[in-house]
């Protein structure tokens, strides 16, 4: 295959392949909640995305509130202290979204032992709610008169248009690969990505709550009777989840800078996708589904142009389940090794 022919130059297609492994990073760390929460209730969570979209507003909101609305344009460097705070701040605003989740629209179903069917469409339902809540922010804040205090924030008639980030990062070439120069911000979205996957996995293989989620998912009444408390590991499922999205959520505004309140259907799609790629209920199967969905988006955006980028992404879910319907990986949760 002529490389020269397909990207205009090997240096396009280092380009690609590495915008491609930054994206699919992201979605890899989104990719956790539908791999988590598959693995231990074997539902899937679709309103994981909304979990996402919110950490995206509170990264906005952050700088917003320690830097003012005014736009900037500031180095990686100038705006870690900035980014580390957001970080905190959209972890716990997604860790709170995604343990509400749980509480509202799953726990009354599981205690009843309702059909899966039915804890899905709910699932479906929390999705659209949570999304227009964040459509409606101005009218909630206009109902206890703080719509003037909070317009900053709530963005008065513009609630459903694009919300920027106020500080915008500008990156910086640090080493070169085949031509590609490679950016702080790349590199610190990969790193972070990676590592949080690590910890993300040794934590589910070594620790005592690891131990309790595996147990969970490979068969709840015998974990039960060993004294596994599964209402506290479907909560602790959906938090870590939750914190995955936040984090996921900052790199996000690192890279793209702007969000709106349906800003995480595309992308959770894309996400469950790489989870079911992978192989849905594994954890290193949803890194390794993000990267590569990245990649061979990037790629085909490169070859048929950038509007089929979406229709590569999807077709390429459909024949890896055709040949491998269980995933790259296939392993579950449950059965992942200490």
Known sequence: ??????????????????????FGAIYALIALGYTMVYGVLQLINFAHSEVFMYGTFAVAWTFIFLHGTD?????????????????V??????????????RVAYRPLINKGAPKLIALISAIGASFALAEAMGLRDRFAGWVGLDSELADYVAPDKAR???????SIQPH???DIGGYTVSDVDLVILVAALSMMVALDQFVRRTRFGRGIRATAQDPESAALMGVNSTRVVQLT?????????????LYMMKIGSTRQNAGFILGVKAFTAAVMGGIGNLRGALLGGLVLGVMENWGSAVFG???????????????????PSGLLGESLGKARA
């Open 161 to 167: 248009d694009v919300y920027s980030n106020p500080v």
């Open 1 to 22: 295959m002529d490389l020269g022919a397909l990207f205009g130059s090997f240096d396009n297609f280092l380009s690609f392949t590495m915008g491609g492994l930054v």
């Open 89 to 102: 701040a959209a972890m716990v605003v997604s860790a709170l979204i995604a343990l509400l989740l749980e």
């Open 306 to 324: 950038s509007e089929w980028k979406d229709v590569v992404a999807f077709v390429l879910l459909v024949l890896i389940l055709l040949v491998r």
């Open 173 to 175: 070439g640090l080493f």
């Open 71 to 87: 736009s900037a344009t500031w180095s990686l460097g100038k705006a870690a202290p900035y980014l580390v705070a957001a970080v």
């Open 238 to 250: 959906f938090l870590i989840g939750g914190l995955m999205a936040g984090a996921a959520a900052t």
